[in-house]
């Protein structure tokens, strides 16, 4: 298994074997992904790269593409309710107006970060050593929402 995912780090082609490994590897990766909480997005994507989408569509098959067809209702209500609880347009310093649906559905996307509560953050002290925990700050946030 180690083999097959240090494979995956350093090649992209051929396709056919990227795919095979992708799904060989999914379940153990998906496994350690879940086991190394102390990593960051980024480092696990390092780690185990290529693996969003097509991990997510052989672990979830019947509900993969949910999100991508039920988008045209989802965005509206993501709208109406960021208006309710956030001061978005401030946040991201947006003073335009949103004339279409391609416009408002492009908006949505950096507006979730600000709607999600960002997660923890690991600091580290001045000699070096692991520090205390803080909130993520809203542009943090957003930076690092995938």
């Known amino acids: 298994m180690a083999a097959m995912i240090t494979w995956l780090r350093y090649h992209n082609s051929p396709s056919s074997q990227v795919q ?15 086991e ?7 480092q696990l994507l390092d780690e185990y790269p290529r693996l969003v989408e097509q991990d997510f569509r052989q672990l979830f098959p019947k509900v993969c593409d949910n999100l991508f067809l039920k988008w045209p209702e989802i965005f509206k209500k993501i709208i109406a309710y960021a208006n309710k609880q956030v001061n ?3 946040l991201l310093h947006f003073d335009g107006i949103l004339e279409t649906d391609d416009q408002e559905s492009n908006v949505v996307l950096q507006i979730l970060p600000l709607l999600i509560s960002p997660g923890m953050k690991k600091t580290n002290s001045k000699d070096g050593k692991k520090g205390s ?3 993520a700050s809203v542009v943090e946030a957003c930076d690092s929402f995938i």
Request: hydrophobic share 30%.
């Open 133 to 135: 925990n803080k909130h």
């Open 88 to 90: 978005w347009k401030q």
């Open 20 to 34: 095979e490994m992708m799904e060989k590897t999914c379940k153990f990766r998906a496994s350690k992904i879940r």
């Open 36 to 42: 190394e909480k102390d990593k960051t997005v980024l």
